[in-house]
């Protein structure tokens, strides 16, 4: 597919956070400049923006080369995004968006994989695949079932027994169509109130699960402005048949848990340790809408590994 030209303006940042609840000082137009040895020089785009761009172009993609048909008739109830951030993207800065052809394979199960590349300023912001498969490709063995009544247990707490965090979350349209809009797709090809459609997009949900991250991150006292955090990358599955069936007011359980550091789950073969996070989108019946697993690591460690290469 050739390459699309897009730009995000800080007033799509603005709307995308807003829309998710995401207070990450990364992405506030004045507060970023609190962030000690922020070399980001201005605010960033959200992950999960990029992330929303790369579904909605898909979901083009797929419409144009009439594989929507395959999807549904070999039942590939999963779709998934491997992406991986290689370097920040600010407002006003010009992108290209790259989609590479259809892989089609069948061992060992029938899945549809497209690579897909974000640059910007000659510089690659965003590598990864995008993948339709019949059973998650991620976090797939996790079973809930043994988890008590999710609402017996206090929001924004541990869950008692276990090694998550709960917070819960209330999915509302003008949220959904906002970080649509602030993610550089078109709304109205989810959302057509005079022919009462309302499809939700997969990635919206997810994206919950930042400003989770960053109340979790508060309650333990984390300072924000001394010791940020930075995506590395985000692994997700989410359940189609589940995200057809969202609607406004639909109540979502997000459950975090975060996996020991281990000097085996290191950046790019560095001495930097990973911070693991499994999340899950859980609905009412436990059935579990999305699982995503997300690194991140302090962007002191990226700053110093820099300067020792420098």
Known sequence: MKEQLFTFEQIHVEVARNASDDFNLFHDKHK????THN???GPIVLGFQLNTLIEYQMRLYRKANHEEQIIADKKLRFSNYQMIFVNALRPSQELSLEIKKTLIKTIPDLTLTNRVIIKSQDKTILLGYKKETQTPLFLGNTDLSGLPDLDTVADASLIPGSEFFLKRKWLQNG??????SGSLAEQSEYFDELAQVANYPEVFPCSLTSGVLLEKAQLEN???????MVYTSHDISVDRLLIHQLKDNDKVYILVKQLPESAENTLNHTSILLRTYECY???ANKEILFRIKLNLVPLEEIIKNLRLKS
Do not use: E, S, T
Request: no cysteine; charged share 15%; aromatic share 18%.
């Open 39 to 41: 070399p980001f020089k």
């Open 32 to 35: 970023w400049l609190q962030i």
């Open 281 to 283: 989108g859980v609905l």
């Open 222 to 228: 984390h300072d924000f402005k001394a010791n940020p």
């Open 175 to 180: 949220n959904v169509k906002n970080f649509l």
